[in-house]
């Protein structure tokens, strides 16, 4: 039955056991210290009897009848309050059994002295002074019994006092055996179970691959995961008890009105370093009013941006690709019939003129059918062969070419190189002619007079070396290999800002190569190494 009664009732319980026998114990101490008033002074007037009848004497022989006359009041009246008091068996019968008849003899004695003291009777004088030590033997009798009944009554009182204080040691014992540990081992085992929950939830959030950040109602940042940490660059330490949430977010959003912020929203957030990157958040509360807990999950989307970027210049590329084979296979048979017409021509006519005029018109139609040529095998998708480095150099050249004359930027070469290597001829030609085409971008947004562009490729025991550079004033990006993250681009016109990084990442992965820019007199230069 005690097993099923809950916590909060048998505590309740054994406070009130404990109450009561603190009370008990309260009027316990309460009557012993009455009763031992009382006793203490039952003894003390009985004593006094004693005093009172050497006094008696004494004045009788001396004859001090003033004092005489109180003492025999003093003695008279504290007889009549020990007489008038409830006695126990043994006073009784000191006072009124035959063998002492105390009251008797002291009332016999009072008799006399009030007589000598009225009449100066001498047998009443002899009376007091011969029977004075008789009364005080039987008075010290009376002390005798009341002390020793005090001292029983004492005795008792802290008997019951033991009684309480070891029904008290037991009830506590009671209490701590069969309440305070079965209710120690219940919250030590919902403790564990809480660390254990807790434990397992901080696991769950820090092995997320997501950003979680949770704000009190004062917005401070209360949880900061590792992907937080890494996302922006701040240390837990930074950011917890910190209301630096609108810092890495600068978004305005009403927080604390969650029912606008359900659903996932895509904007820019800023790193601890200044750099802003694009994320994916969303908002939810657990708690209500005072204790909500806004819990904010983060997806950096950078990667999956670029991705998008990447594909959809890969789609452009495949699209112009497609572009550039349709056109060629619809101009191959008007040219090839334009150069058959001036072929023709030429052996019809012997004006010399004319003649000259169809040989123009026929080198026209060449140039026409070669650049289609060159823009149909830079755009179109071929396999990985060994091939030398100036092929695809000059595969990008020909493309650019008429850029180059129309911006009036010289062209130097300087070409060294006879060692072959093993990848994608066409995707080394793009990397040549994304480089070229940011120069020539360079160039016309800083109107550089006189701009050159050089392209060396040199051979050395390791590596064959391709630098391109230029004097279009150098690269503002500090620090300068910041160039070859994505969307990092200053051009004032419409960029994807991946060119670079595009090329970084295909030298990688295709040659095993290494890029790498550097600022040179009025200019800048890139520096391309491609494993033999």
């Known amino acids: ?75 008279e009246k504290a007889h009549k309050k020990l007489t008038s008091l409830k006695m126990s068996k043994q006073v009784h019968s000191i006072y009124y059994g035959k063998k002492t008849n105390l009251d008797e003899k002291v009332k016999r004695y009072l008799f006399h002295a009030k007589r000598f003291y009225t009449n100066r009777n001498g047998l009443s004088q002899n009376y007091v002074l011969k029977n004075s030590e008789k009364l005080l033997i039987d008075l010290e009798k009376a002390v005798i019994i009341y002390l020793k ?144 807990a806004i819990v904010v999950n983060i997806q950096d989307i950078s990667k999956e941006k670029l991705n998008d970027k990447i594909l959809e210049q890969q789609s452009k ?6 572009m550039i084979a349709i056109i060629a296979h619809q101009w191959r048979q008007p040219l090839s019939q334009l150069s058959f017409n001036c072929m023709y021509i030429r052996k019809k006519t012997n004006d010399k003129e004319i003649m000259r005029e169809a040989i123009d018109n026929e080198e026209i139609i060449q140039f026409m059918s070669k650049t289609i040529t060159n823009f149909q095998d830079f755009y179109k998708k071929t396999d990985n062969t060994i091939f030398n480095p100036i092929i695809s150099i000059e595969q990008a050249l020909k493309i650019v070419d008429s850029i180059l004359k129309l911006n009036q930027v010289e062209l130097k070469k300087e070409i060294d190189s006879k060692i072959k290597i093993f990848g994608n001829s066409n995707s080394l030609a793009h990397i040549v002619l994304s480089i070229i085409q940011n120069s020539i971008d360079i160039v016309k947004l800083n109107k550089i007079k006189g701009p050159s562009i050089t392209i060396s490729l040199k051979d050395t025991k390791q590596h064959i070396i391709l630098c391109i550079s230029d004097n279009a004033g150098g690269i503002k990006i500090d620090p300068i290999e910041d160039i070859f993250k994505p969307f990092n681009t200053k051009k004032e016109k419409a960029s994807t800002g991946i060119g670079l990084y595009m090329s970084k990442i295909i030298i990688k992965n295709q040659f095993n190569g290494t890029i790498e820019a550097k600022n040179i007199h009025n200019g800048a230069e890139f520096i391309i190494l491609l494993p033999h």
């Open 149 to 292: 009944e005090a001292q029983e009554n004492t005795k008792k009182i802290q008997q019951i006092e033991t009684y309480i204080l070891i029904l008290t040691l037991i009830t506590l014992l009671c209490e701590a055996l069969f309440i305070f540990m079965p209710a120690n081992k219940k919250i030590n085992k919902r403790t564990n179970e809480l660390i254990r929950e807790k434990e397992f939830s901080n696991a769950v959030i820090e092995s997320s691959t997501n950003a979680i950040i949770t704000l009190d109602s004062e917005l401070k940042i209360k949880t900061f995961n590792k992907e937080a940490e890494n996302i922006f660059k701040y240390t837990k330490n930074e950011m917890l008890n910190n209301a630096k949430f609108t810092e890495i977010v600068p978004e305005k959003y009403d927080i604390l009105n969650l029912k606008n912020l359900k659903k996932t929203q895509e904007v820019e957030a800023i790193n601890k370093k200044g750099e802003s990157f694009p994320i994916r958040i969303s908002f939810d509360t657990c708690g209500e009013n005072e204790e909500i």
């Open 1 to 75: 039955m005690f097993e099923s009664l809950s916590f909060t009732k048998k505590y309740i319980l054994a406070l009130t056991i404990i109450a009561f026998l603190s009370l008990l114990a309260f009027f316990n101490l309460s009557k012993l210290l009455a009763i031992q008033s009382n006793d203490a002074k039952l003894v003390n007037m009985s004593g006094n009897q004693k005093i009172f009848t050497r006094e008696i004497a004494f004045f009788a022989i001396y004859y001090k009848i003033d004092k005489l006359k109180l003492i025999i009041k003093e003695m």
């Open 317 to 322: 590329f495949a699209a112009l690709g497609e």
